[in-house]
């Protein structure tokens, strides 16, 4: 994997929380946002609830011919406000140009900064991001002011040896010399979403998860602070994230966009999107470019696209081939009764700490399946009798499933 195809997992790093669904200024969870990888200002007081200001991780490094090095990329967003003023000059929430909204928000700009770092000593770099205003008029209506604040930081890196290996640490620490008081004033001069994107050259990087026997007592040695490495698609690239990823992540390629949740289920989140008002849709977009992006992108997704996002495998192989595969059980034996399809079972939960089948102990329910996992293992899935319901969740397959020694057959004709 290339540092440009590396750079889709690192730009859903970059964006994780950076808007949340439904996707509205007017959202409490978008009130508090910016939560991974906020590299906060040292001087901040208490009322400012700043984060800490550094980050820092360790990862070995195994040399090849050469002169081994580094290529350290450190990305982040620079907060960005969007203040709408009116045909006064007034700060104002929002402003109504035409038929669309603008609203006052916070956005934010995408920083990378590239460092190249020879392996033989260490290295120490200053991290200076500018500030900025920017105006774009609303005509009549008034105008939008962009405004920056600049970021002062600083990026470490020293490799020492460990037998075989290199161990190389990188720290990246906020510098900003003035008091925060508050947490907009903190926020402005945080790094936010930080993240490295590293490059090996004349060396390979040794997995953290997974590293061969050889390395393992060196790995126990390294130190994560608030950042953990990842190969990212080869050896010779790593992801350094402040969320705890495994090695190789990527995006799956049936997912048509971004929606500011690494871990999301692309389906949920997009049918939600689907189901909002149209003046819900117009304040999300109104809320941010990227907002109007995604809102526009569920809009005119075809059934075909939505499909694709629906019990998609990553893979082509199947978990369990017909034409190979033995069939799971058709009945199994409990207390020396044949337990199959149609029998009745009293429920004994016991195996699980699952206090929802507590509730069904002593129930009565009836067969309708054995099966087996890919573990080799048994289940019996069941309904309840006496649950009004039992019909509709037999016709979707909506099963209780419990191990045979937690069941009791009872006799026919009881």
């Known amino acids: 994997m290339t540092v440009e195809a590396a750079r889709a997992v690192a730009d859903a790093v970059l964006y994780e929380g950076y808007l949340l669904y439904p996707y509205r200024a007017s959202a409490a969870k978008n009130r508090s946002r910016w939560q991974f990888g906020v590299l906060g200002p040292p001087a901040a007081a208490s009322p400012a609830f700043a984060e800490p200001p550094a980050m820092g991780l360790s990862f070995l490094v195994r040399p090849a011919d050469g002169a081994p ?91 020492e040896p460990d037998g075989d290996f290199l161990r190389l640490s990188v720290a990246v620490t906020n510098e900003h010399p003035s008091p925060a008081t ?98 819900e849709k117009a304040e999300a977009r109104a809320t941010d470019p990227r907002a109007r992006t995604i809102v526009d992108r569920c809009d005119s997704l075809s059934p075909a696209g939505l499909q694709s996002l629906h019990g998609t495998r990553l893979d082509d192989t199947p978990w369990w081939d017909p034409a190979t595969d033995e069939p799971g059980p058709d009945s199994v034996l409990i207390a020396g009764v044949r337990v199959g399809k149609g029998s009745l ?25 054995v099966v087996s996992d890919v573990d080799g293992g048994t289940h019996v899935a069941l309904v309840l009798v006496d649950d009004p319901a039992a019909d509709l969740h037999d016709w979707y397959g909506r099963y209780l499933y419990f191990a045979p020694d937690e069941l009791e057959p009872i006799p026919e004709g009881n």
Do not use: N
């Not at 669309?100 to 590239?114: G, K, N």
């Not at 289920?265 to 689907?274: A, K, N």
């Open 69 to 159: 090095a580094v290529t350290i990329h450190l990305r982040f967003l620079q907060l960005q406000t969007r203040q709408v003023l009116d045909a006064a000059g007034q700060p104002v929430p929002s402003l109504q140009v035409g038929d669309e909204t603008v609203l006052t928000w916070d956005e934010a700009v995408e920083q990378e900064l590239t460092f190249d770092v020879p392996l033989g000593s260490k290295s120490d770099f200053p991290v200076l991001v500018e500030g900025g205003v920017e105006e774009e008029s609303l005509g009549t209506a008034g105008r939008v002011v962009r405004r920056r604040w600049p970021l002062t930081a600083r990026l470490r890196a020293h490799a």
């Open 182 to 279: 508050d947490k907009d004033e903190a926020i402005r001069h945080s790094l936010l979403g930080a993240h490295l994107l590293i490059e090996a050259r004349d060396a390979t990087f040794v997995s953290m998860q997974d590293p061969p026997p050889a390395a393992a007592d060196a790995v126990a040695r390294c130190r994560q602070e608030r950042c953990w490495p990842v190969l990212a698609g080869s050896d010779r690239l790593l992801l350094g994230a402040p969320i705890i990823l495994y090695d190789h992540p990527a995006v799956a390629p049936q997912s048509p966009g971004a929606l500011f949740d690494a871990t999301e289920i692309d389906e949920i989140l997009t049918l939600r999107v689907m189901t909002m008002t149209d003046d």
């Open 345 to 369: 079972v009293r429920v004994h939960p016991s195996r699980r700490a699952d206090a929802q089948d507590l509730f069904f102990a002593g129930q009565q329910a009836r067969v309708t399946a």
